[in-house]
């Protein structure tokens, strides 16, 4: 294990100190629990999910959604900017948003028009583009295509359309870069409160290799280093900004001066090795083990801003929730605590790189928009099938630790939040 403590001082010569809020929304989750909605969802995500397996398509992203996503940034494309809310994820390398051709053929952005409730709900329905942000490049002087096509496919469907290329800025840091421009999404894209997703691991992984916008702003010398810092922090207000992205930088306010290095296993997603899980007690004697680093069967994990929870093997997920007293609700698929069992229950400990990492209950425990004192578990379960990572250090994870994401020197850095 490499430790080293960062001073300020270091990073004195910064091109610029690119600070990018993440502003935290209502998730899918929580808008239709509170609807009465939520079985309804369910139910229509499995018959996808079953459709997706029958056609035994090998290609399909696996069983992580987005119906639990509560943070978002705003980015624009084209002159003059055009403005979408995009999930910032580390755990893809595309960005893309919906375009005007996705409500229609001849390019007229419904969203723009007012319908009554009855009639919205009946286009959304039938188009999941209904509603959000829709590029027109038509608008804009800076845009141009080649009518290349596109596809990314999830578990539950896909996103589809064409690559162009426009002027991105994030903030002030403006880049002129490939997108994908979709003219169609999955139903399951509908009702989500997001437009696109902005991808930020490495280029190995994009879909027609198209170079994610934070590699071209490091190889085009925009960043003082190829590196950017991720904070976040748990908070249940709308439109509060929820956490930090530090382009080229990192983050003194809100992050420990000690970060502890770890070398990426391979450089697509951020993806280390994990030694060993256990739910931690009061002493030794009460930890529980659930995956011990003397057993020499070290896994993959990959660190994910685009995934809200803590995801790994249905067993040992199984194992934590029960040690630390979560049931099971079959009706919301999470684990079901009391709210003010936080103040209590022990941290579930991860060792990486020989070091032991405790995630508190404070931010493993999440609130689950019902009146009635029922929280749940930031943990869930996902098949990794023997193909890739077999955990997903989510959300849950990283308002415990900062991460810098080092794409230069190919290493995950973490430091212990300090909000």
């Given at each position: 294990m490499k430790t080293i403590l960062i001073l300020v001082a270091l990073f004195g010569f910064s091109l610029a100190n690119i600070e990018f809020p993440l502003r935290r929304i209502k998730s899918l989750r929580e808008k239709l629990v509170s609807q009465g909605k939520w079985a309804e969802h369910q139910a229509k995500k499995q018959a996808a999910?079953?459709?997706?397996?029958?056609?035994?398509?090998?290609?399909?992203?696996?069983?992580?959604?987005?119906?639990?996503?509560?943070?978002?940034?705003?980015?624009?494309?084209?002159?003059?900017?055009?403005?979408?809310?995009?999930?910032?994820?580390?755990?893809?390398?595309?960005?893309?948003?919906?375009?005007?051709?996705?409500i229609n053929g001849n390019g007229a952005s419904m969203n723009r028009y007012k319908f009554s409730p009855a009639a919205a709900q009946i286009l959304a329905s039938?188009?999941?583009?209904?509603?959000?942000?829709l590029f027109d490049g038509t608008k804009s002087s800076t845009y141009s295509t080649n009518d290349q096509a596109f596809q990314i496919k999830y578990g539950t469907g896909s996103c589809s359309g064409y690559i162009a290329t426009d002027n991105l800025c994030l903030d002030d840091l403006c880049i002129k870069n490939g997108f994908g421009v979709a003219?169609?999404?999955?139903?399951?894209?509908?009702?989500?409160?997001?437009?696109?997703?902005?991808?930020?691991?490495?280029?190995?992984?994009?879909?027609?290799?198209?170079?994610p916008p934070i590699q071209n702003m490091i190889d085009q010398g925009m960043l003082a280093n190829p590196w950017f810092t991720v904070w976040m922090t748990m908070t249940h207000t709308e439109?509060?900004?929820?956490?930090?992205?530090?382009?080229?930088?990192?983050?003194?306010?809100?992050?420990?001066?000690?970060?502890?290095?770890?070398?990426?296993?391979?450089?697509?997603?951020?993806?280390?090795?994990?030694?060993?899980?256990?739910?931690?007690?009061?002493?030794?004697?009460?930890?529980?083990?659930?995956?011990?680093?003397?057993s020499g069967k070290t896994v993959q994990a990959v660190s994910d801003t685009g995934t809200s929870l803590i995801a790994g093997p249905k067993q040992q997920i199984q194992q934590i929730a029960g040690q630390l007293g979560g049931v099971m609700d079959?009706?919301?698929?999470?684990?079901?605590?009391?709210?003010?069992?936080?103040?209590?229950?022990?941290?579930?400990i991860f060792t990486l790189n020989g070091k032991d990492y405790p995630v508190t209950a404070k931010n493993y425990v999440a609130l689950l928009a019902e009146p009635d004192n029922r929280c749940y578990l930031g943990i869930q379960s996902f098949p990794s099938g023997g193909i890739g990572p077999s955990w997903i250090l989510g959300d849950t994870w990283i308002r415990e630790y900062c991460q810098v994401y080092d794409m230069g020197g190919k290493r995950l850095g973490v430091a212990k939040a300090l909000v």
């Open positions: 999910k079953s459709s997706t397996r029958a056609n035994d398509d090998p290609d399909a992203i696996g069983e992580i959604d987005f119906d639990d996503i509560v943070y978002v940034a705003d980015i624009t494309i084209g002159t003059p900017p055009q403005q979408f809310s995009v999930i910032m994820d580390t755990g893809s390398s595309n960005l893309w948003v919906p375009g005007k051709e996705c039938k188009n999941a583009c209904f509603g959000k942000n003219t169609h999404l999955a139903p399951f894209f509908a009702d989500q409160p997001f437009d696109g997703i902005f991808g930020m691991a490495f280029q190995t992984i994009a879909v027609d290799n198209v170079k439109n509060e900004t929820g956490g930090l992205i530090t382009l080229g930088d990192f983050d003194p306010q809100h992050c420990s001066d000690q970060v502890d290095w770890i070398p990426l296993s391979r450089a697509t997603y951020f993806e280390i090795a994990l030694d060993g899980v256990k739910v931690g007690g009061t002493d030794l004697q009460s930890e529980v083990v659930v995956m011990s680093p003397k079959h009706t919301q698929g999470v684990y079901i605590v009391p709210c003010d069992a936080a103040d209590t229950l022990p941290p579930i």
